[in-house]
């Protein structure tokens, strides 16, 4: 099965600073790939997903970007962070197709100052 | 706009009863529906499956039902434990998508 990496567990940011966020997916290749936000209390926010290497979708308009330089890596970044970025953000995969399981991450609990 | 609703409410059940979580949508027609666990803190874990051809999908404790007249899923825990306390979470998805939308899930208590 697949093994999904997160880094760091938990960050805390001031407002204004950029944010890099590194998933790496262990268990298959040519994974779909997802990042998701989820505000205390409430549900999954889509933010982007991708099914190949370049390839990026974007679901919701915002201050952040992702990027897929490897087959099995997916990064979230932004320039400058708002109060409104914090979250815990999860990463997610599925195997190529549609229709698969998803596979999540431990998570990234990230609180913008 | 497509649109996912489950109890905000928590559900709290006695052990050994059988919870019944809900799932409704609008404004699409999934042809597939996913159920998933999420522990505080955690990362969600898939739990099952089902297709709109399949009306009804069992695992162990677990049953999931698909009604796309009523544009609805149930979910249910059969002699429930209180390991079973988390918030559930389902996923109904369209043919041709790679996108999962989920709902914002139900918070269900197990009291021993």
């Known amino acids: 099965s697949q093994t999904i990496h997160q880094w760091p567990a938990t960050l805390v940011q001031p407002v204004g600073s950029p944010l890099s966020l590194e998933c790496t997916v262990e268990g298959t290749s040519n994974p779909n790939l997802y990042w998701y936000r989820q505000a205390a209390g409430r549900g999954l926010q889509l933010l982007f997903y991708s099914v190949g290497i370049g390839q990026i979708s974007s679901e919701v308009p915002q201050n952040l970007s992702a990027s897929r330089p490897q087959d099995r890596q997916f990064i979230l970044s932004s320039k400058k962070l708002l109060l409104s970025d914090s979250g815990f953000y999860l990463c997610?995969?599925?195997?190529?197709?549609?229709?698969?399981?998803?596979?999540f991450g431990p998570g990234t609990r990230l609180t913008v100052l | 706009s497509q649109k996912i609703e489950q109890n905000s409410e928590a559900l709290n059940i006695q052990e050994g009863k059988t919870a019944t979580l809900t799932c409704n949508y609008t404004n699409y027609s999934p042809a597939y529906l996913q159920w998933y666990r999420q522990d505080p803190g955690r990362g969600p874990v898939f739990l099952l499956l089902?297709?709109?051809?399949?009306k009804e999908k069992r695992k162990e404790r677990l049953k999931v039902t698909f009604d796309t007249t009523l544009k609805q899923s149930l979910f249910h825990i059969t002699a429930s434990q209180p390991a079973d306390s988390a918030t559930y979470l389902c996923?109904?998805?369209?043919?041709?998508?790679?996108?999962?939308?989920f709902g914002t899930g139900t918070r269900l208590k197990v009291l021993a």
């Open positions: 996923a109904p998805f369209t043919s041709g998508t790679y996108k999962y939308i």
């Open positions: 089902i297709r709109e051809n399949e």
């Open positions: 997610a995969a599925s195997l190529a197709g549609r229709y698969n399981e998803q596979f």
